[in-house]
């Protein structure tokens, strides 16, 4: 997901710009399809519902009829002429005939029956001899004695498909009969109620089915009691007891191969009130459905084609939009890439006009700013150049100046120590030994002359030893003669050793190095160990010195108490940190540098390096 963001992130605007407006047509394309799919559900459904209308009309008519068919049956006992306990029924056969004759339901006969279901007349006279008994009679028409109609059978004398409509006659709340009606199914009556139905499409039927799902009556050429195009349908409906509409494959026709073809029909079923029957209601889906499908094809194609058309019109007024600010970006660019001779093109109008202008402006502006801002730089570079060369020049002349002034104090001892050592260390020789003679000479009866004889020859002495402990300070000769190492054996010795500090000097030189060289590490050892036996309080100090290729190093590290060394630099009027400033005077003279390190109660350490390459040897005279 981070790695996406980042690619689009890194998209230039126009991609952006094209990929959000893609997206948000494909989202609107989306949103309207979704939209046009629910209208169309709601249009289906509602097409559905009419269908369900259609059938519950067509349902109720056939209740209707089936009420009108018991209604006039019942009006027959109530005739004049109708007296079933009459045992002549002359009348009584003159009332069928007259009731078979108007009642146009029951064209295909009418029984009269006693109270066991046997038929004591018939019309016409010939459908049923006296005495037998009818087929179909539902037993409830006897049991219960109430109006009854019997499952659909066939007549066996005309093979006609009839239902029976019975009643019962009582003469004074007492059973004495039953008159039945035989209602024809394919009589017009009932034919053209299912006509009604199909007046739209060419494939809508209607069908009277009974709670078993068989085929009682159709627009279609089905068989009489046959289980019809949809009887798994049929029969879960008449099971519920309930309206329902439904999309249900067809079933039982079968091709050639004997597969039982993939087609759907929207079919409607409603129990009838009055019978245990259902009426049907369906067609195939393809031609209910039709017309929502064409829609839904016309709005996809339509829609489609006019979100193609604005999303290309869209882009292409965007790309517009965008080129002008290519421009800009490209002029910025080579704006920021110090381009700014070539002028801006502003013939756009609007804000990109404005913006245009406004960094046309800034261009110039940048270039005046620039240009100025050069001339500037030349002259300082100029000053700067001067003010270098003069620096360094001074820098030299510092450095010339400080290197002579070291070698002259180098030299200036040599030559004090020569002539301490040469006349004033000779002449207190000569003074101690004429004392020492003299005191030879005198007699002990003088005893105080020669307590002070010996006493000034004592300090004569002292003073000779001090004399030349002065003169090893100023330059010790060891280090002329033996070189650095033994030189700050001796200088440890001289300054360390009486205080308990233990010294121990490690070096890998294999050969003298330049006196020079020399001369600076002995300074900067001698200055440390001074420190040293001032202020570190240390029992122990390593001193190493070691070459490697055209690089001399040393390193003096004590257990001392140590010190800040922000908090010992020099300052005016003082004389704190000079010895470290010294330290790193002399390195520089020879081109090297000196590093001290320390921190409170973790002792010091003094570094120091010096390229033997850069150091021109020079010939001290001592």
Not at 228 to 242: C, I, K, N, S
Not at 570 to 589: A, K, N, Y
């Amino acid at each position: 997901m981070q790695s996406l963001r980042f690619q689009v992130a890194n998209l230039g605007l126009w991609p952006r710009m094209a990929l959000a407006i893609s997206l948000g047509f494909l989202v609107l394309f989306a949103a309207m399809s979704l939209l046009g799919e629910q209208a169309l559900r709601d249009s289906a459904d509602h097409i559905l519902e009419e269908r369900l209308v259609v059938a519950q009309i067509a349902a109720n008519q056939m209740d209707e009829l089936l009420l009108r068919a018991v209604h006039e049956l019942e009006e027959i006992p109530h005739s004049a002429d109708f007296d079933p306990i009459n045992p002549d029924l002359s009348e009584e056969a003159q009332v069928l005939a007259r009731a078979n004759r108007e009642f146009a339901l029951f064209t295909s006969g009418i029984i009269f029956l006693d109270t066991t279901g046997r038929v004591i007349l018939s019309h016409p006279p010939n459908l049923y001899s006296s005495g037998a008994e009818m087929p179909g009679l539902p037993h409830a028409a006897l049991v219960g004695r109430e109006v009854t109609i019997s499952e659909p059978f066939r007549d066996p004398v005309n093979n006609r498909p009839l239902t029976a409509v019975t009643v019962p006659i009582h003469d004074d709340d007492r059973f004495i009969g039953l008159i039945s009606g035989l209602v024809d199914l394919e009589e017009q009556a009932v034919t053209a109620l299912l006509q009604q139905t199909i007046v739209v499409g060419k494939t809508t039927h209607a069908t009277l089915v009974d709670s078993q799902g068989r085929v009682l009556a159709s627009t279609l050429d089905l068989p009489f009691l046959t289980p019809g195009e949809h009887p798994t349908f049929y029969r879960r409906v008449m099971a519920q007891g309930l309206p329902i509409v439904d999309t249900v494959p067809l079933e039982g026709d079968r091709d050639a191969s004997g597969e039982t073809p993939v087609e759907l029909h929207v079919q409607a079923l409603v129990p009838l009130s009055e019978a245990p029957w259902g009426l049907a209601v369906g067609g195939a889906e393809d031609e209910i459905l039709s017309g929502v499908w064409r829609l839904r094809l016309s709005l996809g194609l339509l829609g489609g084609a006019a979100l193609a058309a604005v999303w290309v019109a869209t882009l292409f007024g965007a790309r517009r939009l965008i080129r002008p600010i290519h421009r800009l970006t490209e002029s910025a660019q080579q704006i920021a890439g110090g381009k700014l001779r070539t002028p801006l093109d502003i013939s756009e109008m609007g804000e990109i006009g404005v913006m245009a202008a406004a960094l046309e402006h800034m261009r110039r502006q940048l270039q005046s700013n620039i240009e100025e801002l050069a001339c500037w730089n030349k002259t300082l570079e100029t000053r700067v150049a001067e003010q270098t060369g003069e620096l360094r020049r001074q820098q030299v002349l510092t450095q010339k100046l400080l290197r002579r002034t070291i070698a002259a104090q180098e030299e200036e001892r040599a030559r004090i120590s020569r002539e301490l050592h040469d006349e004033i260390g000779q002449t207190f020789t000569a003074l101690g030994l004429s004392l020492e003679r003299l005191t030879d000479t005198m007699t002990n009866e003088d005893a105080e002359a020669r307590k002070r004889l010996e006493r000034s020859r004592a300090l004569t002495e002292q003073s000779v030893l001090n004399l030349r402990r002065l003169i090893t300070a100023l330059r010790p000769g060891v280090l002329d003669k033996l070189g650095l190492a033994p030189a700050l054996k001796w200088v440890s010795d001289q300054t360390l050793r009486p205080l308990g500090v233990t010294v121990t000097i490690e070096n890998n030189l294999q050969e003298r190095l330049p006196r020079e060289i020399e001369t600076i590490l002995f300074r900067i050892a001698q200055e440390a160990m001074n420190n040293v036996a001032r202020h570190s309080q240390a029992s122990r100090l390593t001193v190493r010195i070691w070459r490697e290729d055209d690089l001399v190093m040393m390193t003096l590290t004590d257990d001392g108490q140590g010190f800040d060394p922000a908090a010992v630099s020099p300052e005016p009027g003082h004389d704190r940190g000079l010895g470290l400033v010294g330290m790193q005077e002399r390195t520089s003279l020879a081109g090297g540098q000196v590093t001290v390190n320390s921190a409170p109660r973790q002792g010091a350490s003094v570094c120091v390096v010096i390229p033997v390459a850069r150091v021109a040897v020079r010939e001290y005279v001592l």
